[in-house]
């Protein structure tokens, strides 16, 4: 079906006259100014208007192909996504980047001057939010029939600074300005209670029916998202809370009571009003959960809506339909789809049972038991009344299910019930996600085998074949075309061709180049100029990047060790052969997470000292970076040499960045740890700096007794650092860090300190001399081609999804 049929629409053009046309139109007709007048963020407007529209226009033809197939459709789910900056990479994906670029100098600025305008949405936290992010291009990509569903934050995780060398946090008002990008259908809001009671439903004895006392309305904008090299334009649908029209109180405010007259709206209002800026451990509060329900409310109706545009018996929805929840975050619409199905369709409980486990899949993102969400049952009663009915009956009849594979094992009946019985009653959001879903995978492959043989263990012995893995994967367009343009030049050059785009295992090509004297020059000049670029230190030091959220058992606390010994060994020997190093850190901390704001500080005071040393600051520096986000990581990643993956064994799921950074040349000093492990196997094991113990020797050694002391006993320099934080010799800052760490060290910090400082003596090694690790460079990135997003969706497509894509025909 061709939507211009009839309409006459006319075709948007691809020449730099045509495209300057459109420009100035927009910036006549939609931001009604003239080129005279126009400022800056005129000229962007009108700009990324004119993109969107190229965008729009396969956005139609796309919708058209996809409602004239009937496909089966992937809604992924999730609470956060991190879509970076839209511009570049949507001139990008339009192939317009070339005519903008002449266009705009009808402005008189540049295309790089107007680029700065554009601020990235952070509606996230970190690698969660980041992986939904090339998901959902990689889906398109792949043209992969999808939505992304998501909570359009009116605050995205707070803007970081350093101020008086410690972490301070101010409010992200990112779309203060407007947001050009989104189109905002006010007309397709939909309406979710919250709170009330329930009550029966005449003759049913299933069936009720929920009055909640509550009424909130969810507004639904979208984002474009293109497929790259395709013409499929998918979107990203973020709801915003709204309050109805008798949430305002007139007579009130005729009263002159101006606040008790909105309190109602803004009471509603707030529930997008601010992501929640921590992904690990939870708040334990009440707008969190509504938040969660909020999403899967507006989002379902969503689904159902559009399945019902083309369907009509309920027996097809789970043939129609995969819904992909990310994280816990969204296990809500479990239950949420079934009172659907049963109070307001009016399904059988069984029959609607069934729609709903077929319907949903479940990823899990984290092995940390206080990152596994739970939440206290008199919340849930007093929130989402209907909701607690709903999971008791999943949980009985669940419980009947293991009672009758396990007579008798009450032991283990109480520990798979989705209730747990502890001092406080609390729903256990992982175990309902497991119970209502047909899949559950975990992000790498150490990852998915430990969620069976522990934290799910016994949900793997009941359904062994529900359990799978998909290891992440970041998007290459993102990482590599556009972050590092030099970089991919130069791939593209060697390979012949850019087909390595969208099939990222073709960078294999690159192998025997590893071993070609000037291929192997061209490829240290372009992390050079890569490093000039960044100016963040002397681009002829070892860029050595730690770049994530903060957290102890990423060990952060760790790398800062390693930079205070080789502190203290070059103060005791100023002659000595030192590697120039340049130790860049950039991360956020939870603003209520003060151990992880210690090791902020602790960084920044170490930097100070290191700094006003003059026999040390010759070789080493510290850079703390503010404000980690997409957009700094991709001037970060193409310019790292040394990549540190240091997390304890066992406790990170994944990792992206470290995919990021190898696939960009860096080398990874690291544990055994998430997808590392895979990391490795690719690039081989000489082209990885390996230390510390694995996940096996790290869980014994917790259970055998660990003493912390014991390391510091033993090891002279171990001491040495811990001494001088603790002594205060870094501007009194750290003690609590030392204390923390000689008292209990959760993450075996000291542990698996000296295997550290011996890879990072192997690091140097390699550093010296330059071929050798130009050559690794070279063959970290010819074997990460595994690490696409597009590898990622299509093992998902195949092994969970079941999915085919959807082919949108060009224009002719
Ligand atoms: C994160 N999980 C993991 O900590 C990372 O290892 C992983 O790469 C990303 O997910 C993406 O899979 C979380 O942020 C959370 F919320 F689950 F703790």
Known sequence: ?????????????????????????????????????????????????????????RRARTAAAHYASNPRWVYYLSAEYLLGAQLEQNLLYSGTGEVAAEAVKAFGRSLEEIEELDVEPGLGNGGLGRLAACLVDSMATRDIPAVGYGIRYDFGIFKQSVEDGGQAERPDDWAFQGNPWEFTAADDRQTVGFYGHTEPVAGSEIRRHWVPGEIVLGEPSHMLVPGYGTETVNIVRLWRARGSEASFDLSRFSAGQYAEAVQEAVRAENISKVLYPDDSTELGRELRLKQQYFLCSCSLRDIIRRFRLRNQDWDDFAEKTVVQLNDTHPTIAIPE??????????????????????????????????ALETWPVHLFERLLPRHLEIIYLINMLFLQEVEARFPGDAERVRRMSIIGEGDERRVRMAHLAVVGTEAVNGVAELHSKLLRETVLQDFAD?????????????????????????????????????????????????????????????????????KVDLGAGDPDSLTDVMIKRFHEYKRQ?????????????????PAGDWVPRTVLFAGKAAPAYHAAKNIIRLINAVGATIEADPVVSPYLKIVFAENYNVTLAERIVPAADLSEQISLAGKEASGTGNMKLALNGAITIGTL????????????????????????????????????????????????ALDAIAAGEFGGVGREVADSLLGWDEYLTLADYRSYLDAQEEVERAWRDPARWTRMSILNTAHSGFFSSDRTVADYAARIWRVGPVTVPRED
């Open 462 to 530: 009941l359904w062994p074949a529900k359990f799978q893995n998909v290891t992440n994967g970041v998007s290459p367009r993102r990482f590599v075309k556009l972050a590092n343009p030099r970089l991919s030049d130069l791939i593209t050059e060697g390979l012949g061709d850019d087909s390595w785009l969208t099939d990222l295992e073709h960078l294999a090509g690159l192998e025997p180049l590893a071993g070609d004297a000037a291929f192997a020059e061209r490829w240290r000049a372009v992390k050079r100029a890569n």
């Open 557 to 573: 606390q760790l790398k800062l060790l390693h930079v205070i010994t080789m502190y203290h060994r070059i103060r005791e020997n």
């Open 673 to 720: 740890d998430g997808a590392n492990i895979e990391i490795r196997a690719r690039v081989g094991e000489e082209n990885f700096f390996l230390f510390g113990l694995d996940a096996f020797q790290a869980a014994e050694m917790r259970i055998g007794g660990y003493h912390p002391r014991a390391h510091y006993e033993r090891d002279a320099e171990l001491r040495a």
């Open 337 to 370: 789809l079934m009172r659907l199905l049963v109070d307001e369709y009016g399904l059988g409980w069984d029959r609607a049972w069934s729609i709903t486990r077929r319907t949903f899949a479940y990823t899990c993102h984290t092995l940390l038991p206080e």
């Open 1 to 57: 079906m061709d939507l211009r049929q009839g309409i006459g629409l006319r075709r948007l053009g691809t020449t730099a006259d045509e495209f300057q046309q459109d420009l100035l139109s927009s910036l006549y007709y939609r931001r009604g100014t003239t080129v005279e007048s126009a400022s800056a963020r005129d000229a962007y407007e009108a700009l990324a208007l004119t993109v969107r529209d190229r965008l729009a226009d």
